[in-house]
């Protein structure tokens, strides 16, 4: 056997290993990436906790991916209960309103220009028997005949994602414990294939790409649900802290937040209280100005040094093609394809993005 042919057949074998591993595990492939975004993003915070328990990993692991756990479950916990309380009724409303149609407000037929237009539209679908199975085009809905159909397919759900949930931080808890020695594995391997220079060069921008997105996205959004939710418990809206959540997390995806309190200002504008919906549109509108051109902008593209539109089609493309995870992997393929990009073309031309040294 040549030497060629020993290289070939011992790459081979690397590769059929590694499509063997990833087949085993591409049911937790989620979980990983979650807790990967999570362990890169509060590494500074880790590496402190252990200082002050004197470098004991296993002790600082514990303790921190407990921490995160609670961040996360607390409201999360709050979130289902409120949601639990009305799954039910909503549920039933639901199925009912899918069943026999759902009638046209009464001040539809008021909305200058454009009310008989809607009420026509309103009328030919969701007034329509199964009219709202056919505007969401899911056809399971017809298959639910109560409220207890609906609830059961949403606890399954619910299910696989609390058991995701839990896979995660347990693997963030060895992320953290075995945080150094992977790093200097993964190293290791990218220096050999890349070089030491270049694989240190598209290193370092990864953790900052992620940190910088989970500033900018997910705690102004949160920060969002929450200003924009005292809106919504001062204009009297039924279960304000079941809408600030939903705000909140809609609020993480660009243009996600709009859709929120919107739908928060239509359901008042359906029990007739007009100036509360109008004061909830309003408020709603001056906070995510603030937050979109202000306080994102800064966060993101100030950290990763990148354009604007990067920053857009890197988390609007990540969203849509990968879900939530892909909002935190769209940017950092766009800070990988820019410093590619710069790489290639190092001269200045007076760009806000870092070249290369």
Not at 28 to 53: D, E, K, N, S
Not at 235 to 253: F, K, R
Not at 285 to 312: C, E, K, N, W, Y
Request: glycine share 10%; net charge neutral; proline share 6%.
């Amino acid at each position: 056997m040549t030497e060629t042919q020993r290289d070939l057949l011992s790459a081979g074998f690397s590769l059929t290993l590694i499509a063997l591993a990833a087949f085993v595990m591409q049911r937790f492939f989620l979980p990983l990436i979650w807790a990967g975004i999570l362990c890169v993003a509060t590494w500074p915070l880790y590496q402190r906790v252990r200082t002050r328990f004197g470098r004991r990993d296993v002790l600082a692991a514990a303790v921190l991916t407990l921490l995160c756990a609670g961040v996360f479950i607390v409201p999360v916990l709050l979130g289902v209960t409120q949601a639990a309380r009305q799954a039910p009724e909503l549920a039933n409303y639901i199925v009912s309103a899918n069943l026999d149609g759902i009638p046209v407000p009464a001040f539809v037929h008021h909305i200058p220009a454009i009310g008989d237009t809607i009420a026509e539209w309103w009328q030919a679908t969701l007034s329509q028997p199964h009219g709202l199975a056919h505007l969401l085009s899911d056809r399971e809905i017809n298959g639910f005949h109560s409220a207890s159909d609906m609830v059961k397919v949403a606890g399954v759900g619910l299910m696989h994602r609390l058991v995701d949930f839990g896979l995660a931080f347990l693997c963030l808890f060895f992320f953290y414990k075995d945080g150094e020695a992977l790093n200097r594995q993964i190293t290791a391997i990218g220096s050999r294939c890349l070089g030491e220079l270049r694989w240190a060069r598209y290193a370092e921008k990864i953790p900052t790409a992620i940190r910088a997105t989970v500033n900018g996205l997910v705690l102004v959004g949160l920060a969002e649900g929450v200003l924009i939710g005292i809106g919504y418990a001062f204009a009297g809206l039924p279960s304000p802290a079941l809408w600030a959540a939903a705000t909140g997390i809609l609020a993480i995806i660009p243009f996600g937040a709009p859709v929120a309190f919107v739908s928060a200002a239509a359901v008042l504008v359906f029990n007739g209280a007009i100036p509360a919906a109008i004061a909830v549109a309003v408020w709603g509108s001056i906070v995510l100005f603030v937050a979109d051109h202000f306080v994102r902008p800064q966060m993101i593209g100030s950290a990763t040094r990148l354009p604007f539109l990067a920053v857009l089609f890197g988390i609007l493309g990540g969203v849509e093609t990968l879900g939530l995870v892909g909002l935190f992997i769209g940017p950092v393929v766009m800070v990988l394809f820019v410093t590619l990009w710069y790489e290639a073309h190092p001269v200045d031309d007076g760009s806000p993005v870092a070249k290369p040294r």
